[in-house]
């Protein structure tokens, strides 16, 4: 029910920045939460950042101090503005949207959304 499409990846510089987006697009009660996910090749899927319904947001570690997400999950829009990258940030980004609908005879039904990823490679 909701398609998510993600932009802005490619090759940078060791030190460089670069900006993805996502964008949602579908019928929705609500997003509670956008959040951008990353996998490196042979590693799990790790969390890069969330934004959630209220404007707080959330990083991990290898990334806080670096990254900044921002974004309005009313809009179904949410932005990762990456700086000082490294090497070790190289991975297929993905991103995340966890939506609620209103599902005839069951009410609220929350589910999510991933996006196709987008690569993001960092090397001179």
């Known amino acids: 029910q909701v398609q998510v499409e993600e932009s802005g990846g490619g090759l940078v510089q060791p030190g460089g920045s670069l900006r993805l987006s996502c964008t949602a697009s579908?019928?929705?009660?609500?997003?509670?939460?956008m959040a951008w996910y990353r996998q490196a090749p042979g590693k799990q899927r790790e969390l890069v950042a969330d934004h959630r319904i209220d404007g707080t947001t959330n990083y991990g570690d290898s990334v806080r101090g670096r990254f900044t997400i921002s974004g309005n999950n009313a809009q179904k829009v949410v932005i990762l503005e990456m700086s000082k990258l490294k090497p070790e940030d190289t991975a297929v980004y993905y991103c995340?949207?966890?939506?609620?609908?209103?599902?005839?005879?069951?009410?609220?039904?929350?589910?999510?959304?991933w996006g196709q990823g987008t690569q993001v490679t960092v090397s001179s």
């Open positions: 579908g019928n929705v009660f609500n997003i509670p939460n």
């Open positions: 995340w949207v966890d939506f609620t609908i209103v599902q005839p005879g069951q009410g609220l039904v929350r589910l999510d959304s």
